[in-house]
């Protein structure tokens, strides 16, 4: 069985939807979620879903006391789903190749440090009317100790028109992370540990 860890720092829809998508499944689990706010949203999603937590600080993430959480915990792979913490070149090391990162964007344009969430569709938004762009969309990367500067795995598209707000950026990339995070995430793990095909066991479901 492969041992996924969800890092999140809010709601965690997109750790939720990687739980309910890998139920089931007979080789991979998300077996925990570590959240660096106790007041974050993901937390409860974890709850609800049965997966145990971890909560710690930035300088657990920096002592290398998270690193041995990791440990503890025998997590074989880490994904970061709206995880706003630079991960410490430590543990990307220990975890290189298997450590991979959702961004709402269409990389290397609107990466790096800053560049997350409402930022993103905000600079986005201002791109509309400033140069024209037409299009965004969302980037699953390896994580390296730079920000966003990872090798990309997967990247899915969405067109842009004039008349957008940055909400409805949001929503365009919320759609687009519905339909692909979890599946890609699956194959990615899949590819990383030679298990072959997707299990007919795992829901998909969005």
């Known amino acids: 069985m492969i041992r996924i860890a969800i890092f999140a720092s809010g709601a965690g829809t997109n750790a939720e939807r990687l739980i309910e998508h890998l139920r089931g499944c007979v080789d991979i689990q998300v077996a925990r979620v570590y959240a660096n706010r106790d007041s974050a949203v993901v937390l409860e999603r974890a709850r609800q879903h049965g997966v145990p937590f971890r909560v710690f600080s930035r300088g657990d993430l920096h002592s290398g006391e998270v690193l041995k959480m990791l440990e503890i915990d025998r997590i074989d792979f ?97 759609a687009l992370e519905c339909k692909h995070f979890a599946p890609e995430v699956e194959h990615t793990v899949r590819e990383c540990f030679s298990l072959g095909v997707r299990s007919d066991d795992c829901s998909g479901a969005c």
């Open 78 to 174: 880490v994904v970061l789903a709206g995880f706003l913490l630079k991960v410490p070149a430590e543990l990307v090391a220990a975890f290189k190749g298997r450590m991979l990162n959702l961004h709402p964007a269409l990389l290397p344009r609107f990466g790096g440090k800053g560049m997350y969430g409402a930022h993103i569709h905000a600079a986005i938004f201002e791109a509309i009317s400033s140069e024209g762009l037409r299009e965004t969309g969302i980037t699953l990367h390896w994580v390296t100790s730079g920000y966003d500067e990872g090798a990309t795995i997967f990247q899915a598209r969405t067109e842009l028109t004039a008349e957008d707000t940055p909400s409805t950026i949001e929503d365009k990339i919320r």
